[in-house]
C-alpha cells in the first residue's frame, strides 16, 4: 500500500471509465486535462456489476490495451477491484476528489452505479458531470410532434436524419495525458488485471475465443477501415448471408466504446465530402448505427423494459420452462442446422451474424415457447457485444412484446431462411462438421433425408440430433396460445 498525502487545493479531477476505453474523442478525460491539476483515470471493477462472461473476457483484454496506451502517453489508468460503493467512496474521499466526470451509459449494470455514485457525490458534495458522448444526439433533444419519445423506428430515423445538425463534433485532439500519471494509487494492484479477469483470460474457451479478435481503439479503427474499402459497397446486398464477411464486425468495439457512433458518422461524412465514400454506399450502413441509438434511446425512456414487456399485454403470456430444451438450444443441439450453426457460432467466437440472431430468438421464443428473458440472459452471458439497449429490444422485437415489433403471427421458418440465406449450405458446413458430407438439399433438412443421412453416415439421434419440436406444429401451438392471451386480456 502507498501512503498518500493530499492537499486540497490540488484539485483532483476523476474521469470514471465505465465502458469509454479509448483515448481519442474522449469528452470526459479532455474536460478534465482543459483545467489545471491533476487528474486520475480510473475503472471500477466491481464482479456484482458486470454482464457477462464473454463480456468480460473482451474487458479484461480492452482494460489492458487501454493501461498499455495510456502509459506510453505517460498517463496511468487505475483499475480499482473490490466492491463498487465501498471503493468509490474511499477513492474520493482519499484523493480529495474535487469533481467526477463520467460518460452516461444506459442499462443495467450502469444505471446501478450511476445512482450510487450519484448519492456517494451528493453525501461528500463532489461535483459529477456527465456526458453524453456514446449518444448520436442526446434522448431528451429528439422527440416526435407530441413531444413523446418515438416508438418506431422509420420516423425515428427520419427524425434523427433531420437534425443532422445536432450531431456535434467531438474533439480529437489529447494533451497533457501526463498529468494522468502524476498520481499513485493507495493500492499498486490498481496498475494491472484484476486477479479474478487474469483467471478469466487463461481460461481454454477465452483463449479460443480471442484468437478471433483484437481488441483496442486501434484495432476498431483498422476494422472500420477495411470494412470501408472492402465490405460497405456490398453491404446492402450481402449483409443477411452468414457465410460472406459483409458485416463491419465492429458491434463489440462499439459496446466498450472503443469507437463511437459520433466518431464514426463524421469520419464517414468526411469521406462522401471528398468522394472517397458513396451515399448510396454508407447510407445503409448508418442506417444500422442509427437502429443501436433507436434502443439507447428506448432504454432511457422505458428503463423497465430490461425486465417486462414493453407491450403489457404479455405480461400474460404463458411460458414453458423446459430445461431439457433450453440447454439443447444453448449448445446447439435443437436438431434444426441453421438454429445450431449459430448456437455455435456463439459458443466459439462471442458473437453471432444479425440475421441468424433473429432466426435463434425466434425458434426459442416462439417454437420452443420458453420466455425473451431466458435467450437474453444467455446472449449476455455468452455475446462480446451485450448491449443492454440492443439487447432487449432484439429479444422484444423478435417476441412481439417490444416497441415497432415484429407481429406475434410471424415466425421465422428457420429451413426457409437457410435455404434462402444460405443455399449452399457453407454456413452450416462451417459449424457443423457432422452434416459436411450431406448435400446442398440435405444439410437444411436432414430429418426429412434420412436415406441420404444414412448413405453419408449420419445417424440421427446420434451424430446429430433429430428436431426437438415439430416446425409446422409448434408455430400452430404459438398462434394458439397467443389467441388464449387476447382473450384472457
Not at 462451417?430 to 444414412?454: D, G, V, Y
Amino acid at each position: 500500500m502507498v501512503n498518500i498525502t493530499i492537499n486540497n487545493d490540488q484539485n483532483i479531477k476523476l474521469v470514471w471509465l465505465q465502458r469509454e476505453f479509448r483515448l481519442s474523442v474522449l469528452p470526459t478525460l479532455q474536460t478534465a486535462l482543459e483545467s489545471p491539476g491533476l487528474v486520475i483515470v480510473a475503472y471500477f471493477h466491481d464482479p456484482k456489476y458486470v454482464i457477462g462472461e464473454a463480456n468480460s473476457l473482451w474487458m479484461a483484454h480492452s482494460l489492458k490495451q487501454l493501461q498499455a496506451d495510456i502509459k506510453d502517453k505517460g498517463g496511468l489508468l487505475w483499475i480499482v477491484s473490490g466492491d463498487f460503493e465501498t471503493q468509490f467512496e474511499s477513492l474520493l474521499t482519499q484523493y480529495v476528489i474535487q469533481e467526477v466526470l463520467y460518460s452516461f451509459q444506459v442499462g443495467y449494470p450502469f444505471n446501478r452505479v450511476q445512482q450510487l455514485a450519484l448519492e456517494i457525490c451528493k453525501k461528500h458534495k463532489v461535483a459529477l458531470q456527465p456526458h453524453y458522448s456514446e449518444f448520436l444526439i442526446e434522448p431528451e433533444n429528439i422527440h416526435n410532434q407530441q413531444n413523446k419519445p418515438y416508438l418506431v423506428f422509420t420516423p425515428f430515423y427520419k427524425a434523427l436524419l433531420a437534425r443532422q445538425i445536432l450531431i456535434t463534433p467531438l474533439q480529437e485532439e489529447l494533451e497533457g495525458l501526463e498529468r494522468c500519471g502524476q498520481l499513485q494509487p493507495v493500492d499498486q494492484e490498481w496498475l494491472g488485471l484484476p486477479l479474478d479477469l487474469q483467471d478469466l483470460v487463461k481460461k481454454t474457451w477465452a483463449k479460443k475465443m480471442m484468437t478471433y479478435w483484437q481488441t483496442g481503439e486501434q484495432a476498431a479503427w483498422q476494422k472500420l477501415n477495411e470494412f470501408i474499402e472492402n465490405g460497405v459497397a456490398d453491404y446492402d446486398t450481402d449483409r443477411d448471408f452468414p457465410i460472406l464477411n459483409a458485416t463491419s464486425g465492429l458491434s463489440p468495439y462499439l459496446h466498450f466504446g472503443e469507437i463511437t457512433p459520433r466518431a464514426i458518422y463524421f469520419y464517414l461524412q468526411g469521406l462522401m465530402a471528398d468522394g472517397t465514400l458513396k451515399a448510396e454506399h454508407a447510407m445503409p450502413w448508418i442506417r444500422q448505427l442509427v437502429w443501436k441509438e433507436f434502443a439507447r434511446h428506448l432504454l432511457v425512456h422505458f428503463p423497465q423494459t430490461e425486465k417486462e414487456p414493453f407491450q403489457t399485454k404479455y405480461k400474460a403470456m404463458s411460458w414453458q420452462e423446459d430445461l431439457t430444451s433450453y440447454q439443447a438450444w444453448q449448445k446447439g443441439l435443437t436438431g434444426i442446422p441453421i438454429i445450431d450453426a449459430g448456437m455455435r457460432e456463439l459458443w466459439e467466437t462471442g458473437t453471432m451474424h444479425n440475421r441468424v440472431r433473429m432466426l435463434v430468438a425466434s425458434f426459442l421464443t416462439k417454437n420452443l415457447n420458453q420466455h425473451w428473458l431466458q435467450g437474453k440472459a444467455w446472449f449476455d452471458n455468452t455475446l462480446f457485444d451485450a448491449d443492454p439497449a440492443n439487447n432487449v429490444m432484439g429479444w422484444q422485437w423478435v417476441a412481439g412484446c417490444g416497441v415497432d415489433a415484429s407481429p406475434y403471427y410471424r415466425l421465422f421458418n428457420p429451413v426457409t431462411q437457410s435455404i434462402k440465406f444460405d443455399s449452399n449450405g457453407d454456413y452450416l458446413r462451417r459449424w457443423l462438421p457432422e452434416l459436411k458430407n450431406l448435400s446442398s438439399k440435405a444439410i437444411h433438412t436432414p430429418w426429412e433425408n434420412q436415406a441420404e443421412c444414412q448413405l453419408k453416415g449420419v445417424v440421427l439421434g446420434n451424430d446429430y440430433p433429430l428436431p426437438l419440436v415439430d416446425l409446422k406444429q409448434s408455430r400452430s401451438t404459438h398462434l394458439e396460445r397467443v389467441a388464449a392471451m387476447k382473450v384472457a386480456v
